[in-house]
């Protein structure tokens, strides 16, 4: 299940970074935008799990939801994060 949520997780960051460059490159002048590298650059780092795990951790403490689910949506996050971590520096 970790791999499958990595997978996903490096394709909706593609997904996110390159046509965002792609449209802000379109308005550019040509000495000023984003080259490959950088957006690669982009795609690489994200933003390590920060905004994903305060989510999930406010999320583990919402009465309304069921528990055991919100366990398992904050060890994954922490687990992906930390595997960004030591996989991409």
Do not use: K, Y
Not at 42 to 47: A, D, I, K, R, T
Not at 72 to 79: I, V
């Amino acid at each position: 299940l970790c791999g499958l949520v990595f997978l996903v997780l490096m394709i909706s960051r593609a997904a996110n970074v390159v046509p965002c460059t792609l449209l802000v490159n379109r308005f550019r002048p040509p000495d000023r935008r984003i080259s490959p590298r950088f957006q690669f650059v982009l795609w690489f780092s994200g933003l390590r799990g920060a905004v994903a795990f305060v989510i999930a951790v406010d999320n583990a403490h919402n009465p309304q939801l069921d528990r055991q689910e919100t366990q398992l949506f904050l060890t994954l996050t922490l687990l992906l994060g930390m595997l960004t971590v030591a996989t991409m520096g």
